[in-house]
DNA sequence: ATAGTGACTGAATGATTATTCATTCATTGA
DNA sequence: TCAATGAATGAATAATCATTCAGTCACTAT
C-alpha cells in the first residue's frame, strides 16, 4: 500500500519534469533533470534511512525502501554506496553554508546585528531538525577514520570560523572588551556543536529556541555592551 | 611475529592472575579475576578498532584481531558484538564520570577553583585522547536510533550538569554576575563538548592545551570578578 | 602422574550485504 | 502508430559478517 503510494509520487515527480523540461526547450542533454530530481531524492532517504537506523545499518536496500525504488537504483545514480554517502554529507553541509552566506547578506549592518542572526541560522528550522542533526553526527562518528567525511566538514568550518572571528574582532574593537576574537569565536561555535548534542540527544528537555536562548544568552554575557540583557 | 607476542602476553596475565588469586584464597569463584581483565582487554581493543576503522567497520574480527586473541573469544565473554559495543561505551562514560568526581573531591573549597578543575578534566590526558573522543562520537551518531546508547549517555549528562549548574550558580551570587546560571552551565557543557569535535577533526588547528585556554578564557569573560583576565 | 576444569581457538554455518546485469517499462521523435 | 532510447527493476552473485561449537590447551587438584 505504502509503495503503491510512493510509485504514484514518483510518477508524479516524472511529470512535472517533463513539463518544466518542455518549457526549457533543451534538447541536447534530455532527461538530465529528472536525474538531478532522482539524485536528491535518494540523498533525502539516505538522511531519513541514517536518522532512523543509524549509518551502520543503512543499507543500500533501506535507502531504496525509504525511497520508494528498488534496489539497482542507486548504483545507477551514485556508482557505489560510498559515493552516495558523501554526496548525503556534502548536501547537507552545502545547505548549511547556502543558508547562513544568504541570511548574512540580508542581515543588518552592525556586527552585533550579524553575529546574532547568524547564531541564530545554527538553530533554523530548515538547518536544525533532528534528522539531519543525525547526519552531522553519524559522519563526524565515522571521521577519525575517513578523511573524506572530514575534509568535506573542514573546509566549511574554516568558512565558518573565519566569519565568526572577522564579526567577533569588529565588536570587541568597537566595546573595548578584553576578550580575544579567536577564542571567543572558537567557544561559540564549538557551543553550537555542542547544542546540537543535546537537541539530537535529549530533545525533550532541550528544543531550537532554547538553545538559541542559551547562545544568544553567551552573547550578553561576553559583549554586554552590544547585547544589553533585558 | 606478532601473534607470539600477544600470545607471550596473554600468557604472562594468565601467570600473574594467579598469583593474585593465590593470595587472595578465594575458592567459590576460581578464575573469575582473568575473565574481568580480559574484558577491558577487548573493551580497549574496541577502542582501538572504532578509532582507527569507525564503527560501521569494526567487526568481530577486528576486535579480535586487535586484541590478539581468536573470532570466538567475544561471544564467549560478552555474548554478542551488542553487548561488546554497549559496554565498551560504559567504559568511556564511567571512566570520564569516575575522574571528574575523583578531581572535584581533591580540588580547592571556592566554586571557582572547583569549576576551573572540572573544566580542565575535560581536556586531561585521561580522557582526552583521540581514541576515546573518536568512540565518544561514533555512539552519539548513532544514538538516534539506539536508545541504549542514549540513555547511557544522558544519565551521565545529567549528573554532570547538575555539579556544573550549582558551582556557576553559587559564583553568580558570590559574584552578583547577571548571568543565569542554568544557561551558563549549559552552553559551557555544549562548548566543552564542541571544543572535543575539533580536536577530534582538526587535531593539526586544536591541541587539548588550546581547547583548555579556550575555555578557560570563556570562564574568564562571563565571570570577570572570578577568573581575573592576566 | 593424571584426570578434571574451563578458557580459548578457529573452521563451519547461515544470514546479510553491495554490486551486477538481463529484462521491463515509459516516453519520445519520426 | 511504432521503433528507439534509456531509466528503472529485481533476481542473481560473490563477499563479508556474527555466531556457533567441537576440539585444543594450560593449569589445578588429587
Not at 534511512?49 to 545507477?76: W, Y
Not at 543558508?99 to 546574532?116: F, M, Q, V
Not at 570587541?172 to 540527544?201: C, N, P, Q, S
Request: proline residues 3%; positive net charge.
Amino acid at each position: 500500500m505504502l509503495a503503491v503510494q510512493q510509485r504514484v509520487a514518483y510518477i508524479k515527480l516524472e511529470r512535472k519534469f517533463m513539463l518544466n523540461h518542455a518549457a526549457t526547450k533543451t534538447r541536447t542533454k534530455p532527461r538530465t533533470a529528472p536525474k538531478e530530481e532522482r539524485k536528491t531524492q535518494l540523498i533525502k532517504a539516505t538522511i531519513r534511512s541514517i536518522a532512523k537506523h543509524g549509518l551502520s545499518v543503512t543499507t543500500m536496500a533501506t535507502v531504496a525502501r525509504e525511497a520508494g525504488l528498488s534496489q539497482g537504483i542507486i548504483n545507477l545514480h551514485f556508482q557505489s554506496k560510498e559515493r552516495l554517502l558523501e554526496e548525503t554529507l556534502r548536501f547537507v553541509v552545502d545547505e548549511y553554508r547556502a543558508i547562513w552566506y544568504k541570511t548574512l547578506e540580508s542581515s543588518g549592518n552592525s556586527a552585533a546585528d550579524r553575529l546574532t542572526a547568524l547564531v541564530a541560522v545554527g538553530f533554523d528550522k530548515r538547518i536544525c531538525q533532528r534528522n539531519k542533526l543525525a547526519v552531522w553526527f553519524a559522519f563526524w562518528g565515522e571521521s577519525r577514520s575517513r578523511p573524506t567525511y572530514r575534509n568535506i566538514c573542514a573546509e566549511r568550518d574554516r568558512e565558518y570560523k573565519q566569519v565568526l572571528t572577522g564579526l567577533c574582532a569588529e565588536i570587541i574593537t568597537e566595546g573595548g572588551y578584553k576578550a580575544r576574537a579567536d577564542f571567543v569565536a572558537h567557544g561559540l561555535a564549538a557551543m553550537i556543536e555542542g547544542l546540537w548534542l543535546d537537541l539530537l540527544l535529549i530533545p525533550a528537555d532541550v528544543t531550537p529556541e532554547h538553545a538559541r536562548a542559551v547562545s544568544l544568552s553567551w552573547l550578553q554575557d561576553v559583549f554586554p555592551g552590544h547585547f544589553p540583557n533585558n
